[in-house]
C-alpha cells in the first residue's frame, strides 16, 4: 500500500468534538481514490523497519472529492481520544505526518438505484464525498441523506448539505436531533424512528449506512425488518 507525506493545510472545528482536517500531498502529485473510500494515518512516529504492517495506523474517510486528489479533507470525531484524535488535535498548518491508502468498499458501484444514506456524527464523512461526487456527475435517481445528531450543539455540515438540497431536486437532506434544546424546526428522535415511521417512501432504494457498531446494528436490522435485502443494505463501521 502505497505511503503519502501530507502536510496540513487548515484545520477547522466543527463542533466541541468534530474537526475538519484539509491535507495536501507532499510529494506525490494525487492520491487516487474513490469517493467512500478511507486511509489510514500513520500515529507513531516512523521507525527505519521496511514493514508498513508494524506501523500502527488509525482510518478516517475521505470526505472530499476524488477529483481534488491532491488536497484531501477529513472530518474527524476526537472523542475516543487515542493516538488518531491526539494527531488531528495536535495539528497546526504546516504540521505533517503519513498516511496510507486508500482502503475499503464502501463506494457506490450501482448508479441505477436511488439511494438512502443514513449516517449519525462523524459517519456522514464518507457521504460527504460520494453525495457531492454523485451530484456533481450527473447522477439522476433519487438520494436522501438521513443525518443524525444529539442536539443543537452538535450540528455541522448542516448549510452545506442544505444548499446541495436546494441546488439539486434529486437531493434530500434530513437533519434529525435525537434531544433537541431549542426551538429546532426539524426532525426529532434517532434516524430509526423516521425509519420506522416513513420507510414505504423508500421501497427499492439501496441502503448506505455509517456510523457506531450500535447504530448499525439496530439500523440494520430495522431497514431487514421493513423488507430490505442483506445485499441492499451496505455498511461502514467506525470502531
Ligand atoms: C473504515 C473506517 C473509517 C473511519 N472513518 C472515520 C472518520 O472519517 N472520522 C472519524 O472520526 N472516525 C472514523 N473512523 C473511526 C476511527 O478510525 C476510530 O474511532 C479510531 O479508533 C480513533 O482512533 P484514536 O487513536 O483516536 O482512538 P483509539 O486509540 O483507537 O481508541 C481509544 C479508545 O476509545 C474507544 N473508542 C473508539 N471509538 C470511539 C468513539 N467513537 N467514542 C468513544 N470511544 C471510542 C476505543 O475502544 C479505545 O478504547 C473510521 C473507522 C473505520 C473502520
Known sequence: MEVHKVEVV?????????YELNVRLVNSSNLEFKAGQCVGFHVLPETDGPDLQTKEKRLYSLTS??????ELSFCVDVTPMGPGSQLVLDAKVGTQF????????????????????LATGAGIAPFRSMIKDLLKSGFDKK????????????????DEFSKLSEEYSNFTFIPMLSQPKGDWKGETGRITKY??????KFTGYLA??????????DTRSL???????VR????????
Open 223 to 229: 431497514l431487514i425488518s421493513k423488507g430490505w435485502g
Open 65 to 70: 472529492l476524488p477529483e481534488h486528489g491532491n
Open 98 to 117: 503519513n498516511l496510507e491508502g486508500p482502503y475499503g468498499g464502501f463506494i457506490v458501484s450501482d448508479k441505477t438505484r436511488d439511494l438512502l444514506f
Open 232 to 239: 441492499d443494505i451496505k455498511i461502514e463501521i467506525f470502531h
Open 208 to 217: 448506505y449506512i455509517c456510523g457506531s457498531p450500535e447504530m448499525i446494528k
Open 143 to 158: 438520494i436522501t441523506l438521513l443525518f443524525g445528531l444529539r442536539n443543537e450543539d452538535d450540528i455541522f455540515y448542516h
Open 10 to 18: 487548515s484545520k477547522k472545528q466543527l463542533t466541541s468534538k468534530i
Open 195 to 200: 425509519i420506522e415511521e416513513n420507510s414505504s
